[in-house]
């Protein structure tokens, strides 16, 4: 269960790059024009599982914001899920669930922690 049948089909339909990995290289696939959000899951490459649903207005900089929060000891279940993830050795990735305008991203983003959470994701976003 680590994707959903809709999350991938979204992907396909926006036509946007479902995995973002900025291990690999720098720069962003995408860039997003004024005025979108992307609402993004993290995961492990450990099970694949996403653990994590956000928004953000540039991806790239709030991915590595966890990262770096996690490293720094940030109290959050979802900053210590990524600390124990990377300390035994995997990594934390970025997938795009959906892109939104700003004034809509909030709605989208609850629209998709309901849906996995009802999926049986094993989300920690803090409620």
Request: no cysteine.
């Amino acid at each position: 269960m680590a994707l959903t049948k809709a999350a991938i089909e979204a992907y396909e339909k926006m036509r946007i790059y479902p995995k973002i990995d900025w291990g690999e290289y720098q720069k962003p696939p995408f860039r997003l024009w004024r005025g979108l959000s992307v609402v993004y899951g993290l995961y492990s490459t450990q099970d694949g599982m996403i653990r994590y649903v956000g928004k953000a207005n540039n991806p790239q900089k709030r991915y590595f914001g966890h990262l770096s929060a996690a490293r720094h000891g940030g109290g959050y279940p979802v900053l210590e899920w990524i600390r124990h993830t990377m300390e035994s050795g995997f990594s934390i990735q970025m997938i795009v669930l959906d892109i939104a305008q700003r004034d809509m991203a909030h709605k989208v983003e609850r629209h998709w922690i309901v849906k996995l959470l009802q999926e049986d994701f094993p989300l920690l976003n803090v409620q």
